[in-house]
């Protein structure tokens, strides 16, 4: 029997738009996906949005991923679940909760430059 998957770190937050959240991870041996889950921090994760990942076999890069459709100003946890080669059947832990707010919706756009007028 394949003992399963290693639990992944706790994924790397890259920034939050108002309707998105960007992570990165790095891959681990003998993992062939990462499912990518998102919710809403109070729900229960079985309600969470989920994407599939796949890891190619020679690339041990970081993979980059992008949670969409979110709502602005709202904290959302994250995690990672690793899946090794017999898929569903092979799951191993999941990752530690990375916990983020999206970005509120500005309702003026924010100017860089002031101008004071004498």
Partial sequence: TMSPPPTPDKLTFLNAEETSIKVEFQPQEGVKSYELAWKQYPQEW??????????????MEKI?????DLLPATTYCLRITPYGPNGDTDAGEPSP???????AVSCT???KSCCVLQ
């Fill in 46 to 59: 079985h309600h969470a949005e989920t994407m599939t990942l796949l890891v190619s076999s020679n690339n």
């Fill in 64 to 68: 980059t991923a992008e949670a969409i």
């Fill in 97 to 103: 909760d990375l916990i983020v707010d999206t970005e």
């Fill in 109 to 111: 756009p924010q100017s």
